[in-house]
């Protein structure tokens, strides 16, 4: 029987989100100057702005481009841009897993577009990028968190499209490079990547995306939490912190932390390289097995974030493991999704130190043992 490990990660957190905060992260490490106050208030306002120019500045977002806090998560994001955009056009529906899947659902069986087109690729695949029709619109997870399947590039989409380009991008924002040129919409979700705290989304929109709005009125009657324009015009106040509805303002604060120690570390070209370091030493351990795969077939479609691996024994080997490995506190929370094949998903993102996958990798080979056995 393979002996148990001696060394253990100093943080055991490897969520795919809520994923770990950021290293040395506590409550006082938090302005509270504007808890208790309206964030309709001048101080509550300014917060808020600040959140967004630093995300601005963090994710190396063009001035071109709006950005908004929204409510409701990546999810909510997602849905004010579907629901506010979409219907001009046909429409390319791309998933390779369950997240972008719930997107195809949305729009066949919700808005009920008869123009869509759904492009579905199994778990460790792409759909064929080549097949894009530039005269579409098209709706994509740019890293799909639980296939651990990223698309390698922007390369496929057209520069002189006609479509509008929405990106769910939450699993790769401050991870991997998004081409703002090529993205018309990208959505993402404090809670991925940065170790946020949930219920906010992040809306971004590209000049085109604006024109779609000011001149398109969907067919379906709108919520009042999806609207983005009044009398035909865009409600401006949404990218300048006036948000559609009560924010946390400490999940706010906790977000600028997160934003100011990425901004600290070097922006976002030292969180990519992070997350590259971080995945780079999954996937050692991984090509050193005979036992374990990467989920994501071609290497450049392997997430940097999370990482998904499938393994050589019956389903319930995983999920043994997973209880062993959270029973001695060593990982939590890395059983793979619901909907995805049998096995682990680890989380790779900047927040993580990779000292402490190093220190996991040893902990996989004893309890896959153990589950075994």
């Known amino acids: 029987m393979k002996m148990k490990p001696v060394l253990r990660p100093e943080c055991a957190h490897f969520s795919s989100g809520p994923c770990a905060k950021i290293p040395g992260w506590s409550p006082q490490l938090l302005k509270l100057e504007c808890l208790g106050r309206s964030h309709r208030s001048s101080l509550g306002k300014a917060r808020l702005r600040h959140a967004i120019d630093l995300t601005r500045e963090v994710l190396e977002v063009p001035d071109t ?98 479509g509008l380009t929405i990106c769910d991008a939450t699993s790769a924002a401050f991870a991997q490079p998004l081409d703002f040129s090529r993205l018309d919409v990208v959505t993402f979700s404090w809670q991925k990547v940065l170790g946020g705290e949930g219920a906010h989304g992040v809306l971004i929109l590209g000049p085109r995306a604006v024109e779609r709005l000011e001149s398109y009125s969907p067919p379906w009657p709108m919520p009042k939490i999806f609207r983005l324009t009044s009398g035909g015009k865009l409600i401006a106040g949404v990218f300048e912190g006036e948000t559609i509805n009560t924010p946390s303002m400490l999940c706010v604060e906790d977000y600028i932390a997160a934003l100011e120690w990425a901004k600290g570390l070097g922006g976002l070209g030292a969180l990519m390289a992070r997350a590259d370091a971080n995945a780079a030493a999954v996937q050692r351990w991984i090509d050193a097995r005979d036992f374990a795969a990467n989920l994501a077939r071609a290497p450049e479609t392997r997430s940097n974030t999370s990482v998904c691996l499938t393994l050589k024994a019956d389903e319930s080997v995983p999920k043994k493991m997973v209880k062993l490995l959270e029973a001695e506190g060593v990982a939590y929370d890395i059983g793979s999704y619901r909907d995805a094949p049998p096995g682990l998903r680890i989380w790779c993102g900047a927040t993580v130190e990779t000292s402490d996958l190093e220190a996991l990798m040893p902990w996989l080979d004893w309890a896959y043992a153990q589950a075994r056995a």
């Open 65 to 162: 481009h709006l950005i908004g806090i929204v409510p409701a998560s990546d999810t909510g994001a997602v849905e004010m841009a579907m629901w506010s955009l979409l219907g001009a056009r046909p429409v390319d529906m791309l998933a390779w897993e369950s997240f972008g899947e719930g997107w195809v659902t949305d729009v066949v069986k919700q808005l009920k577009l008869g123009n869509a087109r759904k492009m579905i690729a199994p778990y460790g695949e792409l759909p064929d990028l080549s097949a894009i029709d530039p005269a579409h619109d098209v709706v994509f997870t740019w890293n799909g968190t639980t296939s651990g399947v990223r698309v390698p590039d922007a390369g496929w989409i057209a520069a002189d499209r006609t």
